[in-house]
């Protein structure tokens, strides 16, 4: 069936620092690729999304290409903030539902 | 403006009592999801429905049961709560029309501790 591997957290940055979260995926088809972030005590909202091959997601800074050759949506940003402390999930999707990650805790500090 | 909201958003109940967990949603869409939450697994979905007159398993089904009971409610129920039942269960909802993209937007959970 279809599965979502990102990389285990947490991931501890300092303020300014490059972020990489891994997300890849297997898939009949091909699915739509989506990034949902989770703020302490929130429940999930829609970071960014691709739709099909080579199509880059961006929003608030972040960054994520789908790679079809790799089925990789790996999520980038240049530069953290504190504020972007959360926890980021990986989900592709077909036409009925998403298929969630387990999720990857992104800790930035001052 | 438009939300997802659930009631209630924290409950500690005893083994075997049954909870109700409800959904309500302003955006009027036709999906709605129930999935739960916990630490180090993700998310896991339990049922959805396309409609009114359609519901899904999802992942996790056993031991829950749901009801559509309009466009806009959703409820999920425990009928004999087990203490591995305790997590956060969120439920969500997205727009038919836009099914191939698949953005679900997300209510603010509900903490359920069984004890």
């Known amino acids: 069936g279809d599965s979502v591997t990102q990389m285990e957290g947490p991931v501890t940055l300092s303020e300014e620092a490059f972020l990489t979260i891994n997300c890849t995926y297997t898939a009949t088809g091909y699915p739509s690729l989506f990034w949902y972030v989770q703020y302490p005590g929130e429940g999930l909202q829609l970071l960014l999304k691709?739709?099909?091959?080579?199509d880059k997601g961006s929003n608030k800074g972040f960054e994520a290409t789908y790679r079809k050759e790799t089925t990789s949506f790996h999520l980038e940003k240049g530069s953290v903030q504190v504020s972007d402390s959360a926890v980021y999930f990986c989900?592709?999707?077909?036409?009925?539902?998403?298929?969630f990650g387990t999720g990857t805790r992104l800790q930035v500090f001052p | 403006d438009a939300d997802v909201t659930q009631t209630p958003r924290n409950r500690i109940t005893k083994t075997g009592k049954r909870i109700m967990l409800e959904c309500s949603q302003t955006?009027?869409?036709?999906?709605m999801y129930w999935y739960r939450q916990d630490p180090g697994l993700g998310l896991r979905l339990i049922y959805y429905?396309?409609?009114?007159?359609?519901?899904n398993k999802g992942e996790i089904s056993d031991g829950y049961s749901v009801s559509r009971q309009a466009q806009a409610k959703f409820s999920l129920s425990l009928e004999s709560a087990i203490p591995n039942q305790t997590a956060l269960y969120f439920c969500?909802?997205?727009?038919?029309?836009?099914?191939?993209?698949?953005?679900?937007?997300f209510g603010p959970g509900t903490r359920l501790t069984v004890l």
């Open positions: 989900a592709p999707g077909g036409p009925d539902k998403l298929i």
């Open positions: 955006k009027g869409h036709d999906r």
């Open positions: 969500a909802t997205s727009d038919d029309r836009a099914s191939s993209y698949n953005e679900q937007f």
């Open positions: 429905s396309f409609d009114v007159k359609d519901i």
């Open positions: 691709a739709t099909k091959a080579d």
